[in-house]
C-alpha cells in the first residue's frame, strides 16, 4: 500500500485560506469516507481534526474544514492564525482493511 | 480520561527484536480498537497494523507482516507491538493510539524512541 499523495508544503498569510490535498486511489481514498486529517506540531504526538471526511471533533475551530472528489481529499484552513502552523496527514482505510497515511505538508504561516 | 503511556526509550542492534508496551486507563479496555503508528526521524507517519482487544484480531500493514506481533494483555489493560529482525531503518518513534471506532484515531500515546545501531 503506497503512501497517500500530498504536496510537501502549502504557505499562507494570516488570515488567508489554504487547501491541502491527499491523493490516494480507487481502493482506499475512492472507495470510503473514511478519510481523517491530522495536525502535529514539532516533538508532539499527532491531534485529531477531521473525520469522517468533513467531521470536526469537539474543540476544532471551525476554521477547519474537509472535502472528498473521487480519489481526492482535501482539508481547507481558513482564516489562517500563526497557531495554525504545523505539519498535516491525510489518512484513508483501505479495501485491504487497512490503514494508510499521507506523506505529510508542512504549514507555514507567513 | 483517556490516558495511554508508553513503556521507555530502547536502544537495540540490528537483528534483535523490540517490544513496546501501551498501557490504557480512563476508558473500558475492550471497546476501542488499538494502532501502532511509527515516525522515523524527520519522516511521515507509518501505519503499522491494530487490534482488537475484544478477542485479539490483528491486522498489520504488508510490508511488515511476518515481522510486527501485536498483542494485548486484558488483566493489565495493556497492549503490545514487538517488531523482529530489527534494522537502522526501524529507528523510529512509535506510537500507541486508540481508534475512535469513527474510523479515525482520538487519543495518542506519548511516542516511544526505538533506535537500532551497531
Known amino acids: 500500500q503506497s503512501a497517500l499523495t500530498q504536496p510537501p508544503s502549502v504557505s499562507g498569510s494570516p488570515g488567508q485560506s489554504v487547501t491541502i490535498s491527499c491523493t490516494g486511489t480507487s481502493s482506499d481514498v475512492g472507495s470510503y469516507n473514511h478519510v481523517s486529517w491530522y495536525q502535529q506540531s514539532p516533538g508532539t504526538a499527532p491531534k485529531l481534526m477531521i473525520y469522517?471526511?468533513?467531521n470536526r471533533p469537539s474543540g476544532v475551530p471551525d476554521r477547519f474544514s474537509g472535502s472528498k472528489s473521487g480519489n481526492t481529499a482535501s482539508l481547507t484552513i481558513s482564516g489562517l492564525q500563526a497557531e495554525d502552523e504545523a505539519d498535516y496527514y491525510c489518512?484513508?482505510?483501505?479495501?485491504?482493511?487497512?490503514?494508510?497515511f499521507g506523506g505529510g505538508t508542512k504549514l507555514t504561516v507567513l | 480520561q483517556v490516558q495511554l503511556v508508553q513503556s521507555g526509550a530502547e536502544v537495540k542492534k540490528p537483528g534483535a527484536p523490540v517490544k513496546v508496551s501501551c498501557k490504557a486507563s480512563g476508558y473500558t479496555f475492550t471497546s476501542n480498537k488499538m494502532h501502532w503508528v511509527r515516525q522515523a526521524p524527520g519522516q511521515g507517519l507509518e501505519w503499522m497494523g491494530m487490534?482488537?482487544?475484544?478477542?485479539?484480531?490483528?491486522t498489520y500493514a504488508q510490508n511488515l507482516r511476518g515481522r510486527v506481533a501485536m498483542a494485548r494483555d486484558t488483566s493489565t489493560s495493556t497492549f503490545y507491538m514487538e517488531l523482529s529482525s530489527l534494522r537502522s531503518e526501524d529507528t523510529a518513534v512509535y506510537y500507541c493510539?486508540?481508534?475512535?471506532?469513527?474510523?479515525?484515531?482520538?487519543?495518542w500515546g506519548q511516542g516511544t524512541l526505538v533506535t537500532v545501531s551497531s
Open positions: 469522517e471526511v468533513n
Open positions: 487490534i482488537n482487544p475484544s478477542g485479539g484480531s490483528t
Open positions: 489518512n484513508s482505510f483501505t479495501t485491504s482493511s487497512t490503514w494508510v
Open positions: 493510539a486508540r481508534d475512535d471506532t469513527k474510523w479515525a484515531i482520538d487519543y
